[in-house]
C-alpha cells in the first residue's frame, strides 16, 4: 500500500496566517492527489483535485501544488471558518489511502 | 442538484447483520465510481473501497477485504455496504462519496454495535 504521511499533524494558527500543509508519498503517485476540509461533525468536502485543481465553489485561498511524492496544500490567508481537519487522498493505485490528517486550530 | 442520500443510523448488537444505502440524485449514478469511506470515533478517514455500478466492478482495501460487502442496484441509483456479523470495532461513520476522487459526499451513517 501507498503510505501517505501528513505533517503537521496539528497546528496553531491565526486568522490572516498563511498556511501550508505537506503530503508526501510513499512512492511516486503522478498528480493523483486530492485535498479535502473536514469540520466537526460533517462530512468531508473536497477542495482540490489533481493536486492543483480548485474545485468549483471553493475559495481561491486555496491552493494546491506538487506531483510525484510530495504535495501542498496552501491557504493563503486563514479566515475563520477555515479551522478544520484536513486529509489527502493518492487515486494512483489500490488500494486508495488518505493522510493521517492535519488539525488546524486557533492560536 | 447532484447529491448522494445515506439511510439513516443503525444500533445493532454484535453478531448481527447490517446493510447501509447510498442513493444517487441528479446525475447518471451508472457511469461514476461510488466510495465509501469509515471514521471511527476520533479518528482520521479510511478508504474501504469502491465500486462501478455500470458493472459492478468491486475493489477493496486488504483491511476491509473479507469484512464488508459492497454492492450495488443501478435500477435504483443505489449502492450498498453490508456486514454479515457485527462486531463492536465497527462502531463509526460510514460515508459514501462519488467518483475515484470523492467529489460528493453523502451526509454519512453512523453505525453504533454494542451488546
Known amino acids: 500500500d501507498i503510505q501517505m504521511t501528513q505533517s503537521p499533524s496539528a497546528m496553531s494558527a491565526s486568522v490572516g496566517d498563511r498556511v501550508t500543509i505537506t503530503c508526501r508519498a510513499s512512492q511516486g503517485i503522478n498528480n493523483f492527489l486530492a485535498w479535502f476540509q473536514q469540520k466537526p461533525g460533517k462530512a468531508p468536502k473536497r477542495l482540490i483535485y489533481?493536486?492543483?485543481s480548485l474545485q468549483s465553489g471553493v475559495p481561491s485561498r486555496f491552493s494546491g501544488s506538487g506531483s510525484g511524492t510530495e504535495f501542498t496544500l496552501t491557504i493563503s490567508s486563514l479566515q475563520p471558518e477555515d479551522f478544520a481537519t484536513y486529509y489527502c487522498l493518492q487515486h494512483n493505485n489500490y488500494p486508495r489511502t488518505f493522510g493521517q490528517g492535519t488539525k488546524v486550530e486557533a492560536k | 442538484e447532484v447529491q448522494l442520500v445515506q439511510s439513516g443510523a443503525e444500533v445493532k448488537k454484535p453478531g448481527q447483520s447490517l446493510k447501509i444505502s447510498c442513493k444517487g440524485f441528479g446525475y447518471s449514478f451508472s457511469s461514476y465510481y461510488i466510495g465509501w469511506v469509515r471514521q471511527m470515533p476520533g479518528k482520521g478517514l479510511e478508504w474501504m473501497g469502491l465500486i462501478y455500478p455500470g458493472d459492478s466492478d468491486t475493489r477493496y482495501s486488504p483491511s476491509f477485504q473479507g469484512q464488508v460487502t459492497i454492492s450495488s442496484d443501478k435500477s435504483i441509483s443505489t449502492a450498498y455496504l453490508q456486514w454479515s456479523s457485527l462486531k463492536a470495532s465497527d462502531t463509526a461513520m460510514y460515508y459514501c462519496a462519488r467518483q475515484d476522487t470523492f467529489d460528493i459526499w453523502g451526509q454519512g451513517t453512523m453505525v453504533t454495535v454494542s451488546a
Open positions: 489533481a493536486a492543483s
